[in-house]
């Protein structure tokens, strides 16, 4: 792996070859600490820090946060050729899991990311310890105005307002500079030819390809948290409570006033609800290094 090259960026970190792909990563915290990957969602533009960038310091406290731009998002390298597919963005983070050498891990996964967080618990039962999903995808349902939007997304300033209205309940965050910002974002070389080609119309049949078979979901076992803003006009709050109703070992929290952007509408509670919630994985880890211990 190398460092940032580019310390007047912060979305660029740490890389690191996950299957022959150039993964760009927020690495933070302790090496030491219980690891935490953070799997951002599929916005114009997005990245790792612009997902996570308030809540990486948080959970940082306790653990190593491992935050990866996805293949064609981000600093992450865009193969030529390259078919973005659910199978394929699931092999890419299990490469950069073992890339880093992680034998287990926690996972939070917001929106499309939760997604793939879900496939990750049910394929690795014995590598994912603990599950966030956050505004998930995962079950079926039907194409929403705000998806529609945000996968549609062709670069202006005035679409890339429209799509962050739809993700945001509060529209005070909603500033005519930070839709400037986030349109210079998708603009940049390669961003928006490799986002154009992921989700073209009808754009169901991507939607239905991110969910993942009711009986698999009832398997995932470890500990789940589940968090939604009532008000998401981009992925549907019902699709976290059927989540909830086949995840065993799962709990519910629902925001109010609240858009597709907890982590950030809801930043300081967001980050104290995961952060408790990961802790008992702490505790579990230390019962568990006790029972080893020889007598």
Avoid at 67 to 89: C, E, I, K, L, S
Avoid at 119 to 148: C, I, Y
Wanted: glycine fraction near 8%.
């Amino acid at each position: 792996m190398t460092a940032n090259p580019d310390t007047a960026n912060p979305a660029i970190g740490a890389s690191v070859d996950a299957g022959g792909i150039l993964t760009n990563y927020l690495d933070a915290g302790d090496p030491a600490g219980p690891p935490v990957v953070l799997l951002h969602g599929s916005g114009p533009g997005v990245s790792a820090y612009a997902n996570w960038r308030l809540t990486v310091p948080a959970l940082a406290d306790t653990h190593h946060v491992l935050a990866p731009d996805r293949v064609g998002f981000g600093y992450t390298q865009r193969p030529d050729g390259y078919h973005y597919t659910m199978d394929n963005w699931v092999t890419h983070i299990e490469a950069f899991v073992a890339a880093l050498g992680l034998q287990s891990y926690s996972v939070v996964g917001n929106s499309f990311g939760g997604a793939l967080a879900l496939r990750l618990a049910a394929k690795h039962p014995g590598q994912v310890r603990r599950l966030v999903l956050m505004g998930s995808v995962g079950v079926p349902f039907s194409m929403t105005e705000g998806l529609d939007a945000v996968w549609g997304y062709e670069p202006s300033v005035p679409a890339m307002r429209r799509v962050m209205d739809f993700f945001a309940y509060n529209r005070e965050l909603i500033t005519d500079e930070l839709a400037a910002t986030r349109y210079e974002a998708s603009v940049q070389p390669g961003f928006q030819e490799s986002y154009a080609a992921m989700f073209p119309a009808p754009r169901q049949r991507w939607l239905d390809a991110m969910s993942t078979d009711e009986n698999t979901i009832r398997g995932v076992q470890c500990p789940t948290l589940i968090v939604h803003g009532r008000e998401d006009r981009v992925i549907p709050p019902d699709t976290s409570r059927q989540l909830f109703e086949l995840i065993p070992n799962a709990q519910l929290h629902m925001f109010g006033k609240c858009g597709h952007w907890t982590q950030i509408e809801h930043a300081a509670e967001f980050n104290h609800l995961v952060a408790s919630f990961l802790a008992d994985e702490q505790q579990s880890l230390l019962a568990d290094q006790l029972k080893k211990r020889p007598s």
